[in-house]
């Protein structure tokens, strides 16, 4: 190569370095930007010129994203934007100072004053409140570092961003400091920016009722991309799993693949999620947080075992999906239960979802019918049992995965069916596997059935403690016109009412 054609080389690097962030990262730091570095550099690029006003990227511990929207970003938006207030924010006045630090020498580096001619203002020593003189503008830009809940006075900005607004699981989990940033947010932060400025949110989720939380809608379950917030704003969301579980994956990843495979391998991964508590997992990875207390269930009723108690009796329940491919779930779940009639304790021994053809669940059925020779199998009475019911007989037959299957009446709601499970598992007596790969997730979407799209989890143990705790549903209704026959205990419980001998007692013909 001549010396001309490297000098052309070199001009085109450098002018899609002012250009482009990712290509400004990449001419000014030591690393290439991975797949999720450059959706990252995109969405700040985007909000930095004006076209997102609204930003949010979530993302797992340790994947750089404070390097990337910490400090590269405002180095760059310094640099492009004349006249740039910008204000930036962390969970600490300390940790805010820190990445204006970092933001100071990498703007007074010889890389970046070699793209924009650009230097600190010498006079000015307060790393909270700093000025980038350029060569080629009257107006200069201005940095300023604020920690969350410190109050923010100064001119009005037009960037905002937060980086981390919690600095551990503690501050997280405490009600005030999440009432106290929230409020910082409302009555500080936004009234800090001027009209239309754009914000941008990074962070790792730590609670579900985090910043983020309180902006996103109930119904949000990890999407990318744009989301209506509860305040009417559209939100441009960049949620990147550690572990992806999402079909509709921003990064267009095959399940259960790394985010970034040069550096957190899966077997990394996998060892960390073995590590971690379900809580921290599911909320610090793969930006999932769940409350411990859900509505319905309680994270701490539900118990942990290494290996199963001898004596058991194996049964299992499915939830089908009614169409294949029709976007529902499939699943099927295996428990093992001990003790005397009733009072057993249930394990849950084994456990299959997926979005999957009928021929493709059904034999997963008979795999854990072979596995386990359940007593009983237990299944919603309706559509699917009349129209696959036969077919899956057939190979129950053919494959000598013979198993009596029992069909429950779908009466009541879906948290009325699930009461027999939801009350062993309040008296500590539900046990999940602490070592399979599937229970953590299992629990975390069963904390979650009634806010999350997928509510399978729940029906299909609901189906499992209907059938080990002999709870079959409620009868079918009694006509209005119905007499008990003389003598019978509905007939002395109707005599009693209407000779007034028995107001106390709740009787099924009050209402008539």
């Known amino acids: 190569m001549t010396t001309a054609t490297r000098a052309a080389s070199l001009r085109r690097v450098r ?32 909000a930095i010129e004006g076209y997102l006003k609204r930003v949010m990227i979530l993302a797992p511990p340790g994947a750089a994203k ?35 630090r970092r933001t100071r020498s990498q703007v007074r580096s010889a890389r970046h004053v070699e793209l924009f001619g650009q230097h600190v203002d010498p006079s000015e020593s307060n790393v909270r409140s700093w000025t980038v003189l350029s060569p080629t503008s009257r107006i200069d830009s201005r940095y300023r570092a604020a920690g969350v809940q410190v109050g923010i006075a100064g001119r009005r900005s037009h960037l905002g961003i ?3 607004p919690f600095r551990s699981r503690k501050d997280a989990d405490s009600e005030v400091v999440r009432e106290g940033s929230w409020q910082w947010y409302l009555t500080d932060f936004r009234p800090r920016l001027l009209p239309g400025a754009p914000i941008i949110i990074v962070n790792t989720r730590w609670h579900e009722d985090d910043i983020a939380g309180r902006i996103l809608p109930e119904s949000y379950n990890g999407e990318s991309g744009w989301v209506r917030a509860r305040d009417g704003e559209w939100w441009f969301v960049l949620s ?10 921003i990064l267009g990843r095959a399940i259960g693949e790394s985010y ?21 997992w599911s909320a610090l990875y793969q930006q999932r947080p769940s409350p411990d207390e859900g509505g319905y ?39 093992a239960a001990v003790g005397p009639r009733m009072f057993e304790d249930l394990y849950i021994v084994d456990y299959w979802t997926g979005q999957a053809a009928s021929d493709e669940w059904i034999q997963s059925f008979i795999d854990l019918v072979l596995r386990y020779r359940p007593v009983e199998w237990a299944e919603e009475n309706g559509q699917i049992s009349r129209s696959l019911g036969p077919v899956i007989d057939t190979e129950q037959r053919r494959q000598g995965a013979q198993c009596l299957r029992s069909q429950f009446p779908v009466a ?47 029906d299909a143990l609901a189906l499992l403690g209907r059938l080990v705790y002999g709870m079959r549903g409620h009868a079918e209704p009694k006509p209005r016109n ?21 107001h106390a007692r709740k009787s099924i013909y009050r209402s008539n």
């Open 297 to 335: 269930y309680n994270r701490q009723w539900f118990q942990w075992y290494d290996h199963l108690p001898a004596n058991v009796r194996y049964y299992g329940a499915s939830d089908y999906a009614v169409t294949d491919d029709g976007g529902d779930w499939t699943v099927h779940v295996v428990g």
């Open 162 to 164: 937060i980086d981390d």
């Open 15 to 46: 002018d899609k370095a002012r250009r482009d962030l990712a290509s400004y990262a990449l001419f000014c730091g030591d690393y290439r930007p991975a797949r999720h570095h450059r959706l990252m550099c995109a969405s700040l690029q985007m």
């Open 260 to 280: 970034w495979p040069d550096y957190y391998t899966r077997a990394i991964l996998e060892n960390e999620r073995r590590i971690q508590t379900p809580r921290n």
């Open 240 to 249: 990147i799993q550690a572990l992806c579980e999402r079909e509709d994956d």
């Open 482 to 502: 119905y007499r008990p026959a003389p003598g019978t205990y509905d007939w002395l419980l109707k005599v009693t009412d209407e000779q007034g001998m028995n």
């Open 412 to 458: 009541g709601d879906k948290a009325q069916r699930g009461q027999a499970f939801r009350a062993v598992a309040a008296q500590r007596r539900v046990y999940l596997p602490r070592h399979a790969p599937w229970s953590k997730d299992l629990l975390e979407r069963l904390l979650r059935w009634q806010t999350a799209r997928r509510d399978d989890d729940h």
């Open 66 to 100: 404070s390097t990337y929207s910490s400090v590269y970003a405002p180095s760059w938006a310094l640099a492009k934007i004349q006249g740039l207030q910008l204000l930036a924010c962390s969970h600490t006045q300390s940790l805010a100072d820190d990445f204006s």
